[in-house]
């Protein structure tokens, strides 16, 4: 999550438009090429959104030279901006920007399509064999590995985000307001944006810009010059069509849904909670994931605690967005509760439903506004609010992290409901040894070592197995 410099004027003049090729591409890439790429960054998207982001800064713009720094930067900071997963919102925009509305579908939906294949057969590994000691103990141990992840994400993004003491206070303020006083993150995230809007318009120097990121040194000049607008442009046609499609791809399996199988059904309930989750979870996927927890566990109860970060370890041991971990979600809630179909059966259609109505959403954001931020590249007031909503995100993420822990590390727990408070605090006699050793090794191979999400994850699913088969207690 990154902030662009601001710059001495509120926007930049339009540049001329880049050429084409006569339909509504740009004469850049060659779109076979574009889409073998796609599938190749699909494949290595694990580690979470930074590992995510990572991977496509190497690709598109350090090795194949597509677009330039301060593009990409431009891309991730509207991306971020919305509700949804920024890792797959930022390819859909650059697939966008190289081969108009197919290339972005087509990067969005490759970004995806591994996920959600291994994370259903996952899903189904975990229903059918997860009383096991076996598999028990190799989903305690990932789900140790989850809070070192955690941790580290808080740290990068820290990192990068809070360059300045007042970020670093509005930080903390978002963490406090969500963990003690239980404010709604959505109301957190949006104040967070209010203040660094703020901020910008009234003391800019506490949001210090950074520095231009494409240098003399930087390299060949990108395919998609820094300093020249996508051809599409703006226009209420455009926007009406896009729209209108959008969310007719968006409502019509909903309904059908809620047609055949009744307003009161686990799938319509999934399908409508999903859906209103995918427009107001602002802040990327451990955000989102803060939202979901709550409300799958204590409101819904599709599954338990412990569960909902087993289901955040399989998600992490898989390419693609971690809010993949809805499907784990909504798999095991309607194998629970499966009305008059097969629990298999059920489970699969939930699992494939909640993946459309939370991916779709992102393509209708990006699709919808890319054409006007290329019009806002610069703008000081966009990037304020932006860097405001960043700052918020960190402390989102703590809080995720603390929720997990409370969860993992102990067997009990109890809410603090009283006056202004809301917060849920451990029973530390009921401390688990087991996952705090593997969650401090998980620690160690990260931030010591240096390890990959992935080959830390394997290690502690080992440690995880060898601990329940020598008896010792894991969950």
């Keep these: 999550m990154t902030s662009e410099a601001f710059p001495q004027r509120d926007a930049v003049p339009s540049p001329p438009s880049a050429p084409t090729t006569g339909g509504h591409e740009q004469a850049v890439v060659p779109f076979g090429t574009a889409v073998r790429a796609w599938f190749g960054i699909s494949l290595q998207t694990f580690g979470g959104p930074a590992g995510q982001i990572a991977v496509m800064q190497r690709t598109l713009v350090d090795e194949k030279r597509w677009i330039g720094q301060n593009r990409f930067l431009h891309a991730l900071n509207y991306c971020t901006l919305l509700p949804g997963p920024e890792a797959q919102q930022l390819a859909t925009y650059v697939g966008w920007l190289l081969h ?162 009744g307003a009161g059904s686990v799938f319509t309930e999934q399908g409508l909670f999903f859906s209103g989750a995918a427009v107001v979870t602002f802040g990327g996927a451990y955000a989102v994931l803060a939202y979901v927890a709550q409300q799958a566990v204590a409101v819904y109860g599709w599954l338990s605690p412990g569960e909902m970060v087993r289901g955040l370890a399989l998600a992490e041991t898989t390419p693609g967005p971690l809010i993949m971990v809805v499907q784990f979600v909504a798999f095991l809630g309607a194998y629970r509760d499966p009305g008059s179909l097969d629990p298999w059966v059920a489970a699969v259609l939930a699992s494939l439903l909640v993946t459309w109505v939370t991916f779709v959403p992102s393509f209708l954001f990006v699709l919808l506004g890319a054409p006007y931020m290329e019009r806002l590249r610069g703008n000081r007031s966009l990037s304020a609010a932006l860097t405001g909503i960043t700052a918020a995100v960190v402390g989102v993420i703590a809080d995720l992290g603390v929720y997990f822990a409370v969860h993992t590390l102990f067997s009990e727990s109890s809410r603090v409901d009283g006056g202004p408070l809301a917060l849920e605090l451990p029973d530390v006699t009921t401390l688990r040894v087991v996952p705090v050793v593997i969650a401090l090794v998980a620690g160690v191979l990260l931030f010591r070592v240096r390890w990959s999400v992935l080959r830390t994850l394997g290690v502690c699913a080992l440690l995880g197995l060898a601990a329940g088969l020598a008896g010792l207690p894991v969950s």
């Design 100 to 261: 108009g509305t197919r290339g972005g579908l087509v990067a969005g939906g490759l970004f995806v399509l591994p996920g959600v294949v291994a994370l259903l057969g996952l899903s189904a590994v975990y229903v059918a064999f997860g009383d096991t000691t076996a598999v028990t103990s190799v989903f305690a141990g990932l789900a140790a590995a989850v809070l070192a992840i955690v941790v580290q994400a808080v740290v990068r993004v820290a990192t990068k985000a809070l360059d300045s003491r007042a970020l670093v206070v509005l930080a903390v303020v978002s963490f406090l307001a969500l963990a003690v006083f239980g404010v709604p993150f959505p109301v957190v995230v949006a104040l967070a944006g209010l203040a660094g809007w703020s901020l910008g318009r009234w003391r800019p120097a506490a949001l210090p810009g950074k520095k231009a990121a494409d240098g003399p040194d930087a390299g060949p000049p990108p395919v998609i010059s820094d300093d020249v607008l996508h051809h599409e442009a703006p226009t209420t046609r455009r926007t009406v069509k896009v729209l209108v499609v959008g969310l007719l791809v968006w409502g019509v399996p909903m309904a059908a849904v809620a047609v055949l199988t």
